[in-house]
């Protein structure tokens, strides 16, 4: 029985009757070496009767086997992964060996795991264990963590074991902690009393408390041997790991010299009985060593396993080995391992290796390939590391630090991939080398929020590569625009585009058909940004993207490109599209950046629902993969959207975690869009004043930053807050350049908000003219908002015209839209300006759609098209269990009970 832990008991035993009545989590239990969190563990594998209890527990031999933990952890169901969705049940079982297949995302891998203990829990309660938690190879515990994120209503609790809380990815797979206090003065006496062989006298006892600070292994070893306590040297106490160390070295001194090679053999086999009995008779020694270190405490041997009783013990024996020995220990096991047990059997030949050793390389190597293969790539960047370092070749170990840098960098280690990359370019500087190097570091910098240096590293690594790698030379051309882009750049987009013409008229690059056409949308992205006409190149571009195979295509290039062209048609279609393949594909950690550009595409139509839910979704995800330049930017979308709705607080919510980010000041692209929400949020509640301010105050900084993409000018919007407040005389200034902008730019759009200006400050008897052509011209787009803020300024202008028949079609139309998307403010104007008129038109409030949370509202949209629960499930990465969780609340706060008045409502609702 445990002594001294009834509390933690029973707050184990609270989450366990949770988990049994389908309200699941995880729970993160931490504490120092030997303070007892194993046996908590232990405890609660005791008391969760009726579980099904998955086990893992983490060793330093295993850390660099992909994927090695988590089948391990689902050893005892890896039977029902062929019930999962076909991706999932793919990428699960590619991770885990059981399958061959092309390489997997490894977010894919860990939305399989979730999915497959969801469907184990809809039989019976699931109880997952995970011991020395920071031991787990990286791959298996982004998958754990990734699953313990997202239990809420499944028959699920997960119990983690972990010395350091910090330490990624534990640190935020749940928030719910439980730190370990060295045990009560009274408890640890108990302990030590029951633990003894003997008793102890006082002063034994008093020694041994000392010594051991509360901690029960501490207490457990001092007590075996009482007569080599000694105090405490005054003022400096022994920390408890030296303790144990001490009682574990003085124990295995006991053992003969032969017998200790045994447990060295277990250290470096990883525990498992039969390679340790075949390396025994391979080395003639004696495997009933075994059991006079069980004798001893050391170890606990099983029918297939040999467990040693601590971490510490391991690390004891594996340090008192000479190097000798442990090279040659290695070399034993690799030779013994099965035939099929290839990962393995590198690594041990590595540790052997005594230096450089091609043959050993190359198999180091594939081990990387087939990690990278699984979607492990913290793993797959050790492995190339490794075999680098074991290369004889300076082109060859290069190469292989090139791999690993650029593992590292799909892994989300974005600093040690800088140093593989470093590494790889001081053993090959060639520019071939050095243009991949910079490609895979100026991304990861993107991604990371750090645009300065993403253009930098890019622009420098295109020129470098101009002449040697023409085709990495355009993609790093490319993606430097498209940082420049987050960054407002203009000069720097603009010299970036004119590499990439120079480029493509020299004709080198012909044969690279995915990187002629990146650089061809990249190129009319800089144009449209410094004012120019883009728009050729840009179709161009994703006309050539849409006859590539899927593979071939840098994520997120035909998005961006279909986003400016802003049309309708097939181009526009590959927008849905791509997220709908990268969800199915279970792709998650392409979607943060496929999710803010639908938004944004859905909030530039009459999709405002959507356009919220996908940005919360593309928020949350980038937040837990540390996708910090999609965050930011969503955050300011978000921001955009719920301006536009009137819905303040939400509104200055996601301006002020947008500006928080460490990365606020590089991605001005969003700080374009949260200085135009904010202002739009004045402008839209009458403050008339101060919205001319705020649109004012942007319109010059992005001048100031020598940004003339039409689009990004709030200039039509400063021209109507000038003529509500009265000022319309000074919009002059504004208006002539704007509209010669847009007339250059000549897209529908541009040039529908651009006639509207004319109508804004035409006499009031010239109005009809440009009113009409700019909705004449809105009907070539799809953006119904634009199309309302035209009617309702035409309609205020005739009105204020005393044509108060014709102000009402308009207004009415006007009206009809905001209520629509849900545009509260708007909406309120409109009615005023119609009550104006003479007619008496109430005030529609809110429906109660609004009080639906990003989530819910993701879920409840899903489901009104149409999906199933489990597909919802799926698309969202949830389980079935917690999209259900998330209906429930839907239905109350909507006041329905089916999801057939969920599609009603929100047919019904803005």
Not at 215 to 223: D, I
Not at 831 to 859: C, F, K, W
């Amino acid at each position: 029985m445990l002594l001294g832990r009834e509390d933690d008991q029973r707050a184990i035993d609270a989450l366990i009757a949770a988990a049994r009545l389908g309200s699941g989590g995880a729970l993160v239990v931490t504490g120092d070496a030997g303070i007892g969190k194993s046996a908590l563990l232990d405890d609660a594998v005791a008391r969760a009767e009726g579980f099904q209890v998955l086990r893992v527990t983490g060793t330093e031999a295993e850390r660099d086997l992909p994927f090695a933990g988590l089948a391990e952890l689902l050893r005892p169901v890896t039977d029902r992964i062929e019930d999962l969705p076909h991706p999932q049940a793919t990428a699960l079982a590619t991770a885990l060996a059981l399958r061959d297949g092309d390489e997997v995302d490894r977010f894919a891998v860990s939305a399989g795991v979730l999915t497959l203990v969801a469907s184990l829990a809809e039989r019976r309660p699931v109880l997952g264990v995970v011991d020395d938690a920071l031991l787990l190879d990286r791959p298996s515990a982004e998958a754990i963590a990734f699953t313990c994120r997202r239990l809420l209503a499944d028959a699920v609790l997960v119990l983690v074991a972990v010395r350091d809380p910090d330490a990624a990815p534990w640190s935020s797979a749940t928030p719910h902690r439980r730190t370990l206090a060295p045990l009560a003065p009274d408890a640890a006496e108990l302990l030590a009393e029951a633990a003894a062989p003997a008793g102890l006298d006082p002063h034994q006892r008093r020694l041994v408390l000392e010594l051991a600070e509360g901690n029960p292994l501490a207490v457990r070893e001092l007590v075996r041997d009482p007569g080599r306590l000694i105090g405490p040297v005054p003022d400096a106490p022994p920390l408890v790991p030296q303790v144990l160390a001490e009682a574990f070295g003085e124990r295995l001194s006991r053992l003969a010299p032969q017998d200790v090679a045994v447990l060295l053999a277990a250290a470096v086999a990883a525990g498992d009985l039969a390679v340790v009995a075949r390396a025994c008779a391979a080395d003639a020694l004696d495997l009933h060593a075994l059991e006079r270190a069980e004798h001893l405490g050391l170890l606990t041997v099983t029918s297939a396993r040999v467990a040693f009783s601590h971490p510490l013990v391991r690390s004891a024996v594996y340090a008192a080995a000479s190097t000798e020995d442990r090279r040659r220990t290695h070399r034993i096991v690799a030779d013994v391992l099965p035939a099929g047990d290839a990962d393995r059997r590198a690594w041990h030949r590595s540790a052997a290796a005594l230096g450089p050793d091609a043959a050993v390389a190359d198999e180091v190597e594939a081990v990387g390939r087939r990690a990278a293969r699984r979607g492990a790539h913290a793993v797959a960047a050790t492995a190339h590391e490794r075999a680098a370092h074991l290369s004889t070749s300076e082109t060859v170990r290069a190469r292989r630090f090139l791999a690993a840098g650029d593992a590292a960098a799909s892994a989300g280690e974005d600093a040690n991939a800088l140093v593989l990359l470093d590494q790889a370019l001081r053993h090959d500087p060639s520019p071939h080398v050095a243009a991949r190097a910079r490609l895979v570091e100026g991304t990861a910098a993107a991604r990371g929020g750090h645009l300065r240096d993403a253009r930098d590293v890019l622009t420098a690594g295109g020129a470098e590569a101009a002449d040697a790698a023409p085709g990495l030379a355009l993609r790093m051309y490319a993606e430097a625009v498209d940082a420049c882009l987050y960054l407002l750049d203009v000069p720097g987009a603009v010299r970036a585009a004119d590499a990439i013409e120079r480029l493509l008229a020299a004709g080198e690059t012909d044969d690279d058909a995915s990187a002629v056409a990146v650089a061809s949308v990249a190129v009319g992205m800089a144009r449209i940004l410094a004012g120019g006409g883009g728009i050729a190149p840009i179709r161009r571009g994703v006309q050539l993207l849409a006859t590539l195979p899927t593979r071939d295509v840098p994520p997120g290039w035909d998005v961006i490109g279909s986003l400016f062209l802003r049309e309708s048609g097939a181009a526009r279609s590959l927008v849905a599209d791509a997220l709908e393949q990268g969800r199915a594909a279970g792709a998650v950690g392409t979607l943060p950046h496929l999710l803010h550009h639908v938004a944004r595409d859905d909030a530039t139509t009459d999709r405002w629902q959507q356009a919220a839910a996908g940005y919360g979704e593309a928020i949350s995800l980038a937040r837990e993969f540390g996708q910090v330049t999609e965050l930011a930017a969503s955050l300011a979308g978000l921001a955009w959207v719920m301006a536009r709705q009137g819905r303040t607080a939400e509104c200055l919510a996601a301006v002020d975690q947008a500006r928080q980010l460490d990365a606020a000041d590089d991605v001005r692209m969003g700080e374009a869009w949260i200085r135009f929400a904010v202002a739009e949020l004045h402008l839209g509640a009458g403050e008339v004043t101060t919205a001319i301010e705020e649109f004012a105050g942007v319109t010059a900084w992005l001048e100031d930053l020598g940004v003339a993409d039409v689009d990004l000018s709030p200039v039509p919007e400063l021209v109507e807050a000038l003529c509500r407040g009265g000022r319309s005389d000074e919009a002059l200034p504004f208006a002539v350049p704007y509209l010669e902008q847009a007339e250059r730019k000549g897209q529908p759009w541009s040039l529908a908000r651009a006639a509207r200006v004319r109508g804004l400050l035409a006499p009031v008897d010239d109005v009809d003219g440009p009113f009409a052509q700019a909705l004449e011209l809105h009907a070539g787009t799809l953006d119904v908002f634009e199309v309302a803020r035209t009617h309702l300024v035409y309609g205020e202008r005739l009105r204020r015209a005393r044509r108060s028949v014709d102000a009402r079609v308009h207004l009415r139309e006007a009206l009809e839209t905001f209520h629509r998307l849900g545009a509260a403010a708007w909406a309120d104007i409109a009615t005023a300006e119609l009550n104006a008129t003479g007619l008496s038109v109430r005030r529609r409030e809110a429906g109660p759609v609004t009080e639906l949370t990003p989530r819910e509202l993701q879920i409840a949209l899903l489901l009104a098209d149409g999906r199933t629960t489990r597909e919802a499930a799926g698309a969202l990465f949830l389980s079935p269990k917690t999209v259900e969780y998330h209906l429930r609340h839907v239905y109350t706060k909507l006041g329905i009970g089916s999801r057939r008045e969920l599609a009603a409502a929100l047919r019904e609702s803005p």
